[in-house]
């Protein structure tokens, strides 16, 4: 998946929004874009350096997904428990991405 395809799905879904926030915190070395439905973040990457999105899930699915996925780590920045790092053009497919992406927005949307 590339960084426009991940932009295009993410923008689909119901009610969201996107804005780089941190740009004033990294001097302008790089371009985090986050994604937000109801005003709180569901996936951030990178788009200077599109090698990985960061997501919110479940603490047991995460845990499960670490085990099962390489691309699967913790995140750069953010709460292990709740949050996940996903390498893009890994070994997980572009429709397990749409779907943790998906998981990650309904999470936050509630």
Request: glycine share 4%.
């Amino acid at each position: 998946m590339n960084i426009e395809e991940l932009r295009e799905y993410c923008l689909s879904l119901p009610g969201v929004t996107e804005a780089t926030p941190f740009e004033k915190f990294s001097r302008g070395k790089f371009t985090i874009l986050v994604f937000y439905v109801s005003g709180h973040m569901f996936c951030y990457f990178n788009i200077d350096d599109f090698t990985s999105i960061t997501l919110k899930g479940d603490p047991e699915a995460i845990a499960e997904l670490k085990e099962r996925y390489q691309a699967v780590n913790n995140p750069y920045n953010g709460n292990k428990r709740h949050w996940m790092s996903v390498d893009v053009n890994s070994d997980v497919s572009d429709a397990m991405l749409r779907q943790l992406v998906k998981t990650s927005y309904d999470l936050v949307k509630k």
